[in-house]
């Protein structure tokens, strides 16, 4: 009878990955800073070559360092991107097969204080991004695509006026997805459009006036309508 059980040792690359990490968050290496050579990595810890650039690829593929070729290149610091976040989310979500009715459910959770928090936190110049949006989509308003392409933006520019990175960042992620869903789908018509604009016109009035409970308040209303009409032409399975 087997008493000890197998032992997990783990790969030399997942380890200095791990320290290479570790150091990154903690400060150690700044953003833009670049990483000692792979030939320092090898002396210093004494892996082989192709643990060291195994472990480089790990830090790539999760955001934390970008590889520059030539003469003057190396592996350099950087802060995870939304776009990174997006991508994964993006992955999971359709290799999942998540369904629209659940993206709508997220955006239902997320939106409502994003405008709250848009409505406290916004600049001037937030409001003008968010101004110049309404008017492409008031004037792209019979042009399907480019209206829920601006929409996204719309959306995504209140994120921004949110200031808060990790909602902003969720928000990024799941925007694309609902975008793709009502281009596939062909959920969009021109009452919809115009009852689109309409709620944008009463969030954006509350987010000027930074009424964080108004703002709160009339985008849970829009989100919701959106969800019921979603759930009108598209249907969520049965439990």
């Known amino acids: 009878m087997n008493r000890v059980g197998v032992v997990e040792v783990p790969k030399s690359c997942d380890v200095l990955a791990d320290r290479l990490r570790l150091q990154i968050f903690s400060g150690g290496f700044a953003p833009g800073e670049p990483l000692p050579p792979e030939r320092d ?38 802060q995870p991107s939304e776009n990174l976040l997006a991508q994964q989310l993006g992955s999971f979500a359709r290799g999942r097969g998540v369904p629209m009715h659940t993206l709508i459910e997220t955006r239902e959770a997320l939106e409502p204080m994003l405008a709250q928090l848009a409505a406290l936190n916004r600049t001037d110049g937030d409001l003008a991004a968010l101004d110049a949006i309404s008017a492409r989509m008031e004037a792209s308003v019979d042009e399907i695509p480019v209206f829920i392409a601006e929409n996204v933006q719309w959306h995504w520019a209140l994120a921004v006026a949110s200031r808060n ?40 009035q509350a987010i000027r006036q930074r009424d964080a409970e108004a703002a709160r308040r009339r985008m849970e209303r829009h989100v919701k309508a959106y969800s019921i009409r979603i759930h009108q032409v598209s249907p969520p399975p049965p439990a």
Do not use: N, W, Y
């Open 41 to 78: 990595l090898v002396t210093e810890t004494g892996l082989s070559r192709g643990s060291v650039r195994e472990a480089l690829r790990i830090l790539e593929a999760q955001g934390l360092v970008r590889t520059r070729p030539g003469r003057h290149g190396g592996s350099f610091v950087c």
């Open 165 to 204: 990175e990790l909602l902003r960042a969720f928000m990024a992620s799941i925007a694309g997805l609902i975008h793709e869903s009502a281009l596939s789908e062909h959920i969009d018509t021109g009452e919809v459009r115009r009852l689109v604009l309409k709620a944008h016109r009463s969030i954006l």
